[in-house]
DNA sequence: TATAGCGGCTAAAACGTTTCATCCATTCTC
DNA sequence: GAGAATGGATGAAACGTTTTAGCCGCTATA
């Protein structure tokens, strides 16, 4: 019933306190027989560590944190998954955390992790200026790896995929297929990605140098809903203005967008070709597959892991490394049909 | 640098220890000017409240967890997100845990979250036997509320939705249709729900008394790759003994299926029909629309953590509950089509 | 004027571990 | 056979909070 602690199991053991720490964490120290003795003690008794008293004496705990921009997106469940293979297999434990893309979110969960002295925290920010939530976790001591973000910073590890050329891929994709007015759909601009594939796009249109037409329509959040109401908007656009690809920041905007489409009547890619980003598990099930830039989901997962551990074990002597992976283009029905030039 | 503790502070705003304490958790019993010298000496030292002390100290955490069969599951991301809303606005914090249709990592999750002494446990348990581990909790007196449950066990809370029920509807609909060789698709059938909305539909069909057959086919788990392999064992059967629809336990194998069909050539549901379970976001987005048993995600996720912290909050007084939801089928393209009955 | 009450603060105990210095009894070394 | 080395166990300190009993000086009450 009341849970028993270490110096009952003593007693009953009969041994001192000490003995029954050694037990529980270096047990070839203590002769077999009084070992067996103390387990068999711990049996009776139900005899569960108590962590905090653990941790407290420890100075800090032994979970590692992933703060994610939003549970429900398949991207970061892959990740998840990624992340917690490494670290389970370390003894340690995963917890998640949801920013819902909420800055103030986010920075309570930080408040909430550094209080807890979690032993390392993996993190697709926000925000892309200044982190003061992040630095004061890095000044006390607690290694921060960046998730699917590559900035240059010194003082942390970072794992992501190059966006700009994820950008690059897919622009390039739309103009190979001959469309002259395309439309970016994305938002907020405060999630760097968000920012970026923009920008690869952006480059890659100017490098062109042609006269098509980049369109940019920011949406409120990344999700499903957001894409279908974004398509609301494009729709009520006259004809001759109306984009004929869209290329959205994330998959969950492009399937909004194909269902907003095709429940008004249009045939993708006949009239418009889509092209989503990250590939998850149900572009490829989508009315119309999906064209996609893919990332390494849960490869970036189980790398910025790694390089968690691997600063958490080796403390000072660690050098910081940002790893960056290569997207991928999949072409799928969603934009495989060339467009006539027209004018 | 080094993380300033409470006494620091006390020295440095020149009061005693239990001053400082006071000022954190019953502001109002300090003194305006002693106050505020504390929360300058906080700031000014940057102190962060050490958590693993103040638990030890209290006894148990202020963080609730829950543990789900596959984080990467939508039905799962929404029920999290629903249970994080309620666990939140109570200032606690929700750690989600995956067991990942695994009763092995269900139990070292279990055992970790005892040692760290959580304040309560949300679970969708993988088995459906006796469950020594919740036991084990339960009897040190940590809230247990089963999700996706409904085990009319005494010692805890629970909330489901109908299984049973929503099997009947989705069998219902499918002999409504004039369909006479149909498959069940499920596994592994140690989940519970595997089991029950097979037991509905079985019992639908028992009802009807036709001649409708219904055959079952076990997964490995409830994945859509599990899906797809399920579907081309279907599609090796004899054209005479291929079924003519397929319900499946969750939409992800429904998207499975779906796939593997298409990809080979069959229409759906002009040669197959389907009906998923849980009526997922994806579930509309599919190349063909899914028709599925819809269950109020969220709204389960929302009720189980109020129960859980009632639980926690009223102690001995507390009356455990069991709520149960109604399941609602959704009938789209993917089951849309009567069949002429043949023989 | 004595006393009770009160606001504001302090000092010390307690929570359950882990670790470190010690100690004891044995065995080994020369 | 004396001393050193070794294996096995012990006891106490320390980790950073929260809480409780109590103390002090002041005001209100009789």
Redesign the interface.
Known sequence: ?A?ANIKEVARHAGVSLGTVSNVLNRPDTVAPATRQRVLDAITTL?Y??????R??RAGH?RTVAIVVLD??N?FF??V??GA?QVI?ASGA?L????SGEDSA?ERR?L??L????VRGVLITPVGHGPQPNLD?LI??GIPVVLVDRGTGRANRCSVAVDDVLGGRLAMDHLLDQGHQRIAYLGGPVSIAQVADRHAGAAAALKERGGTAELRVAVTGSLT?AAGRRAAEELLALPARQRPTAVFCANDLLA??V??ELTARGLRVPADVAIVGYDDI??A??????LSSVRQPRDQLGRTAAELLLEEADSGDTHRHRHVVFQPELVVRRSSDQPRRTRR
């Open positions: 019933m849970t139900g569960v560590r108590n962590d905090s008293a941790q407290l705990s549970v429900a398949p469940t892959d998840v998954r917690e389970e434990m917890v998640v955390c949801n979110r969960h408040e909430l550094e209080e807890q002295r004061k000044d006390r499903v399937l909004g194909l269902q598990e149900f490829d099930a989508a009315a119309v597959p």
